[in-house]
Nanobody, 122 residues
Framework: QVQLVESGGGLVQAGGSLRLSCAAS????????MGWYRQAPGKQRELVAY???????NYADSVKGRFTISRDNAKNTVYLQMNSLKPEDTAVYYC????????????????WGRGTQVTVSS
């Protein structure tokens, strides 16, 4: 059983910054990719950024150059530093972690956080 707890969301002015954190806990044997997704009202969920188990990163074009994803493997935590925030960044941000709970698992199972609201005012 893996649980993800997100924190760091809130209300910020355009041009401001926020730092999201997501800590995974529970019966974790190993973790593969970790990432952040977001969903705005009336829109589909989209990938914001992900980071592999060896630190390779990928970003959506809309956030490239403004957001930075990082991870702390010892703490099973992934972070998203968001700078130069825009009103269009307003969404619920969800943490995603691919994890195994046993050495005999054949799959990495995706786990999702409950989401944290990010609101950027103009």
């Amino acid at each position: 059983q893996v649980q993800l707890v997100e924190s760091g969301g809130g209300l910020v002015q355009a041009g401001g910054s926020l730092r999201l954190s997501c800590a995974a806990s529970g019966s974790i044997f190993s973790v593969n990719d970790m990432g952040w997704y977001r969903q705005a009202p009336g829109k589909q969920r989209e990938l914001v950024a992900y980071i592999t188990n060896i630190g390779h990163t990928n970003y959506a074009d809309s956030v490239k150059g403004r957001f930075t994803i990082s991870r702390d493997n010892a703490k099973n935590t992934v972070y998203l530093q968001m700078n130069s925030l825009k009103p269009e960044d307003t969404a619920v941000y969800y943490c995603n972690v691919d994890a195994r709970t046993s050495r005999v698992d054949y799959y990495y199972t995706p786990y999702w956080g409950r989401g944290t609201q990010v609101t950027v005012s103009s």
